[in-house]
T-cell receptor, first 114, second 115 residues
Framework: AQKVTQAQTEISVVEKEDVTLDCVYE???????LFWYKQPPSGELVFLIR??????QNEISGRYSWNFQKSTSSFNFTITASQVVDSAVYFC???????????FGGGTRLMVKP | EAQVTQNPRYLITVTGKKLTVTCSQN?????MSWYRQDPGLGLRQIYY???????DKGDVPEGYKVSRKEKRNFPLILESPSPNQTSLYFC??????????????FGPGTRLTVL
């Protein structure tokens, strides 16, 4: 069975601070796929990034960056210079090699205060 | 516009009264899935479908039924809803039957309350 753990249930920061959301996963597959989704207060799920297990290159997209470390089974998400609009629940998810199961972590609620 | 739609968006019902939440996608996707979201638990998979007439259980299938008679639709059926099925439900679809390389697209969610 696969599992995703987001140990931080809530994080509160002040605008312009950097913040890192942790994600640790467990899987027996050697090939798998990792995702981050954002859920703003309006409730929809917004896809942020997908990472394949065989690609450990870190990625940066504007103020967002992701650090994938296979050795520690982690896929952490950093927001640089946070903004109030970043306030949301963020989910890390793991997809198995067969592609039929997407397992989510419990989510981290990020509150960015002005 | 490519999208996954769910209806209704909000529903309050009573214990035991059968209900159906519809899900439709216009992207010709092979794979569709249902999730429920509960505080602290993230999203948990209820059922998924790799193709028409092919469905399988996810992590929390008890109390739910699904059908996939045509590619675009994947309704979620609660034959006898109970209060522990009060939750936020998401439908999702993705292009491929498997392989894992594709990304799932989520519907807007259906908030269900069972009294």
């Amino acid at each position: 069975a696969q599992k995703v753990t987001q140990a931080q249930t809530e994080i509160s920061v002040v605008e312009k601070e950097d913040v890192t959301l942790d994600c640790v996963y467990e899987t027996r597959d050697t090939t798998y796929y990792l995702f981050w989704y954002k859920q703003p207060p309006s409730g929809e799920l917004v896809f942020l990034i997908r990472r394949n297990s065989f690609d450990e290159q870190n990625e940066i997209s504007g103020r967002y960056s992701w650090n994938f470390q296979k050795s520690t089974s982690s896929f952490n998400f950093t927001i640089t210079a946070s903004q109030v609009v970043d306030s949301a629940v963020y989910f890390c998810a793991l997809k198995n090699n067969a592609g039929n199961m997407l397992t989510f972590g419990g989510g981290t609620r990020l509150m960015v205060k002005p | 516009e490519a999208q996954v739609t769910q209806n209704p968006r909000y529903l309050i019902t009573v214990t035991g009264k059968k209900l159906t939440v519809t899900c439709s996608q216009n992207m010709n996707h092979e794979y569709m899935s249902w999730y429920r979201q509960d505080p602290g638990l993230g999203l948990r998979q209820i059922y998924y479908s790799m193709n028409v007439e092919v469905t399988d259980k996810g992590d929390v299938p008890e109390g739910y039924k699904v059908s996939r008679k045509e590619k675009r639709n994947f309704p979620l059926i609660l034959e006898s809803p109970s209060p522990n099925q009060t939750s936020l439900y998401f439908c999702a679809s993705s292009p491929e039957r498997g392989g894992g390389t594709d990304t799932q697209y989520f519907g807007p969610g259906t908030r269900l309350t069972v009294l």
